[in-house]
């Protein structure tokens, strides 16, 4: 394990804004790991692991039902935090799995006990976590909007309209698979709707890249 620089810290979104005061606080606690592909970093039910930032690579999160299926929640990428709310909740079991997914992945890890007193003594630090976890919340409870009110097609819809509107073209880093996990679908029924889609002329799809090509058309699409 190696030691963690103020400059590694600088260069992550999550503490973009940060005085260097507040990140020597953070760079004193922490270390950098390293793992491999589809290596384990923690286990569902994992007691006390770290919380931890992607400082290069990737990093699956996911889940296994009882038949043994895994179910992806979300795929991070370099500058993404993970398992910081077990820092701050009584019980500091691991709510899913994680593993990384490139041929290198390199991490911050930061004890929860380590993180949770430089967050509790660090008033600047403690208003970006709140900020951090105030966007996954709002995430959710959007999500848990759409997904009792609208349908797969709906919500696939309202993806490409947000995620297209400087460009037109969604970003390449869009897996169907990360698609799916953001709206709360299978991948195979995004691969069907884009089909769909792109049958009726709303989208086309080529070599990896999805433009929009009729705007109104999946505005219509949300309205159903």
Do not use: C
């Amino acid at each position: 394990m190696a030691l963690v620089s103020v400059s590694d810290l600088a260069h992550l979104t999550f503490f973009q804004g940060v005085s260097p005061a507040s990140l020597e606080k953070i760079a004193s606690v922490a270390t950098k790991k390293i793992y491999h592909k589809n290596q384990s970093i923690f286990a569902e039910e994992d007691v006390d692991a770290p919380i931890f930032f992607v400082l290069q690579g990737q990093v699956r999160i996911f889940r296994i039902s009882p038949e043994g299926k895994e179910i992806t929640i979300a795929v991070l990428k370099v500058g993404a935090p993970f398992n910081i709310p077990a820092a701050f909740l009584p019980a500091s079991n691991s709510p899913a799995n994680a593993a990384a997914l490139s041929k290198k992945t390199a991490l911050i890890a930061i004890a929860q006990n380590d993180f949770r007193r430089v967050v509790s003594e660090t008033p600047e630090l403690a208003v970006t976590v709140m900020r951090d976890l105030s966007k996954k919340l709002q995430h959710f409870v959007m999500l848990t909007y759409d997904l009792g009110l609208l349908s797969v097609r709906s919500r696939l819809a309202k993806f490409l309209l947000e995620h297209t509107a400087e460009t037109g073209e969604l970003p390449r880093h869009w897996t169907q698979q990360q698609i799916a996990t953001y709206i709360g679908t299978a991948r195979e029924v995004v691969s069907r709707t884009l089909r769909q889609f792109a049958k009726h002329g709303i989208i086309t799809v080529e070599n990896h890249r999805t433009i929009i090509i009729d705007r109104l058309a999946l505005e219509q699409e949300i309205e159903r």
